[in-house]
């Protein structure tokens, strides 16, 4: 069974950085892609990035486009966003996702969430 557990979160300025982490287990970390997913309170869940399972293609929101980077390390199974020029409106809960459903990303859907971690963006 997958299990995905978020670090990293926290208060921070705005214009600040952080860097999200996701230690992955229980599955073949290389052989899937992942994904970083938000939510804000009151809203829903957003997409942010995703980072195909070689970590040489990353896809990202138009929202973070420019500020966030979303890598990986197959070696050591772990997933990073790396967050700078921070917004009021970045602030979310933020969960590391495993994509499933082959080879043909338009076939995939989320199939493993970790527990989530918080970042809060305030002066």
């Known amino acids: 069974e997958a299990q995905l557990v978020e670090s990293g979160g926290g208060s921070v300025q705005p214009g600040g950085s952080l860097i999200l982490s996701c230690a992955a287990s229980g599955f073949t970390f290389s052989a899937n892609a992942m994904t970083w997913v938000r939510q804000a309170p009151v809203k829903g869940r957003e997409w942010v990035t995703t980072?195909?399972?070689?970590?040489?293609?990353?896809k990202y929101a138009d929202s973070v486009k420019g500020r966030f980077t979303g890598s990986r390390d197959n070696d050591k199974n772990t997933l990073y966003l790396e967050m700078t020029s921070l917004k009021p409106q970045d602030t979310a809960v933020y969960y590391c996702?495993?994509?499933?459903?082959?080879?043909?990303?338009?076939?995939?859907?989320?199939?493993?969430w970790g527990q989530g971690t918080q970042v809060i963006v305030s002066s």
């Open positions: 980072i195909f399972s070689d970590g040489a293609s990353v």
């Open positions: 996702v495993k994509n499933s459903g082959g080879p043909n990303p338009t076939n995939w859907y989320f199939a493993s």
